[in-house]
C-alpha cells in the first residue's frame, strides 16, 4: 500500500533554480542557472537523462510509468509533479495550492484526463483555489503519508498550511500530525519530503539525484 504499482513523471526540457522558490528553500542555490547559458543547458540535460534513466529503471523493476515531456521554459520545476497532485486508493485524486506563482502552470489537464482514462477515477478534489487567500499545500513534497497508518506528517512552512491540511485529512481519512522543523539558522524546512520519508522497505537503486528541489 505504501509503495505504488504506477507512477507519473515529468520529464523536464528546461529544469533550472526557481528563483520563486529560492527564498525559502535553503537547499537550492538561486541564480546558478542564469550565470551562463552553457550551465544552464548542462543542468536541464542532466535532469532530463535522470528522468529519462528513472523511467526505465522503474519499468525494468516492473513498475508501469506515465512519463509526460514538459518543453515549457516558463516550468522550471515540472519535474516535481507530486507537488500540485496526488492519487489515492479508491479513485480519488486531490490537486492542491501552490506557493509559488510560476508553479501553478505545472497542473496539466492531460495528467487528470490520462488519470481518468487509464483507471477509475472517482472523483478529483481541488483545493487550488485557495492560493486566492494565500493558503498552500504542495502535495507530497509538503505532506509525507502513512497510509498504513493514515498519519499526515506536516512540516510547518510557507508550502504547508494547516488549514489546507485539515481539509485534506477531512476529505482522505488521514490524521493530521503537524510540527515544527528548522535548519541551524533557524529557517522552516520548506518541505516535510527532505527530511522524512516512508516506505515498506529500503532498496539501493542506481540513479542519482537532481540536486535543486523545488
Known amino acids: 500500500m505504501q509503495a505504488p504499482s504506477a507512477v507519473?513523471?515529468?520529464?523536464?526540457?528546461?529544469?533550472?533554480?526557481?528563483?520563486?522558490t529560492a527564498d525559502d528553500n535553503v537547499f537550492q542555490v538561486a541564480g546558478v542557472a542564469t550565470e551562463s547559458s552553457q550551465i544552464a543547458g548542462t543542468l536541464a540535460r542532466a535532469a532530463y537523462d535522470e528522468v529519462t534513466r528513472a523511467a526505465s529503471t522503474l519499468e525494468a523493476a516492473g513498475i508501469r510509468v506515465h512519463l509526460f515531456d514538459d518543453v515549457s521554459p516558463d516550468r522550471?520545476?515540472?519535474?516535481?509533479?507530486?507537488?500540485?497532485?496526488?492519487?489515492?486508493p479508491g479513485g480519488h485524486?486531490?490537486?492542491?495550492?501552490?506557493?509559488?506563482?510560476?508553479?501553478?502552470?505545472?497542473?496539466?489537464?492531460?495528467?487528470?484526463?490520462?488519470?481518468?482514462?487509464?483507471?477509475?477515477v472517482q472523483d478529483?478534489?481541488?483545493?487550488?483555489?485557495?492560493?486566492?487567500?494565500d493558503v498552500f499545500l504542495e502535495g507530497t513534497g509538503a505532506i509525507v503519508l502513512d497510509h498504513g497508518s493514515r498519519v499526515a506528517y506536516v512540516a510547518r512552512s510557507h508550502r504547508a498550511d494547516p488549514i489546507a491540511l485539515e481539509r485534506f485529512c477531512t476529505n482522505f481519512g488521514y490524521e493530521p500530525m503537524v510540527f515544527d522543523a528548522v535548519d541551524p539558522s533557524g529557517v522552516p524546512i520548506y518541505h516535510t519530503n527532505v527530511m522524512m520519508g516512508i516506505a515498506t522497505d529500503f532498496a539501493l537503486v542506481g540513479l542519482d539525484l537532481i540536486q535543486s528541489p523545488a
Open 124 to 133: 478529483v478534489i481541488d483545493y487550488s483555489g485557495l492560493e486566492l487567500d
Open 93 to 120: 485524486v486531490a490537486i492542491y495550492p501552490m506557493y509559488a506563482v510560476n508553479r501553478r502552470g505545472e497542473r496539466r489537464s492531460d495528467v487528470i484526463d490520462m488519470l481518468k482514462n487509464e483507471y477509475r
Open 8 to 20: 507519473v513523471l515529468v520529464r523536464p526540457h528546461h529544469f533550472r533554480p526557481n528563483p520563486l
Open 76 to 88: 522550471p520545476d515540472s519535474v516535481f509533479p507530486n507537488n500540485w497532485m496526488s492519487t489515492h
